[in-house]
């Protein structure tokens, strides 16, 4: 706990440095995780791509700056001056309004994410902040956070935002979190995790995963979704499943 006297700029730096800290041990955490399942069910899916991955990694070191400043300024707002509406009493609200708080919140991060990365392919956009991404060929488990730190400054915004109007108790954000850093690794590591049961039933039609998501950093015109392939279906830009995940999965005999 900081003491009450430090003034506030360098409580601010300090948990800025140590918020931004634990989202890369996070990002390493997760990243490398998948990355170790990976080469032990795909071995070589990687080979040739030490540079890429290196790259990666360090764009990814920017971003969790970007992504864990903003984080920790709330969290101490929220200890000082009761700025955001995060809540820790199990009292505070009702429990039916836990799980719908995730869904608004994931819903609200799909929805933001879509627009902003749409409007990012636009070829000026495209080639000031999200080349970086797409640098990314084919992507990896370390991709997830590979952003050009322009990008990092738009994907940040949305939930530190959120935090000051929409009540959220501290253990549902923490799972907007985890579903956030599971879903941004297992779509981009190349290779199809989940079961055909999951990816080709009907809420694989509606939840992204690898098969899908690949599809974008393929054609990049389309599959713009984070989580929900709500946005893709309403906008016309759903074109379904990668042909090589799908096959390389064994999947191919479900519909692609």
């Not at 990694?57 to 955001?84: D, E, K, Q, V």
């Not at 933001?112 to 902040?129: Q, S, V």
């Not at 939930?159 to 109007?165: N, Q």
């Amino acid at each position: 706990m900081l003491s009450p006297d430090m003034p506030i700029l360098l409580a601010l730096l300090i948990v800025s440095l140590v918020t931004s800290a634990f989202v890369a041990v996070r990002y390493f955490a997760s990243s490398g995780l998948f990355a170790w399942i990976t080469q032990r069910v795909r071995p070589g899916l990687y080979s040739g791509q030490k540079a890429q991955i290196g790259r990666e990694i360090r764009w990814s070191l920017l971003a969790t700056l970007i992504y864990g400043a903003p984080a920790g300024m709330l969290f101490w707002s929220w200890n000082h001056l009761g700025w955001t509406q995060l809540y820790s009493g199990l009292a505070d609200y009702p429990l039916w309004y836990m799980p719908l708080s995730v869904f608004i919140y994931l819903f609200a991060q799909d929805t933001w994410f879509y627009w902003t990365h749409r409007a990012m392919h636009a070829p000026r956009l495209f080639k000031i902040m999200h080349k970086v991404h797409h640098d990314s060929r084919p992507p990896t488990a370390w991709t997830a956070m590979s952003f050009h730190w322009l990008e990092s400054i738009v994907g940040a915004a949305l939930i530190p935002a959120m935090l000051l109007v929409v009540p959220i108790h501290f253990a549902m954000l923490g799972v907007v979190l985890t579903i956030a850093t599971i879903m941004g690794v297992t779509n981009h590591m190349g290779w199809e995790i989940f079961p055909r049961q999951v990816v080709h039933s009907p809420l694989g039609q509606w939840v992204i995963t690898a098969s899908h998501h690949e599809k974008h950093h393929e054609e990049y015109r389309c599959n713009f979704g984070l989580y929900f392939r709500f946005w893709d279906r309403v906008c016309g830009t759903d074109r379904g499943f990668s042909h090589r995940i799908v096959k390389e999965a064994r999947h191919e005999s479900a519909p692609a």
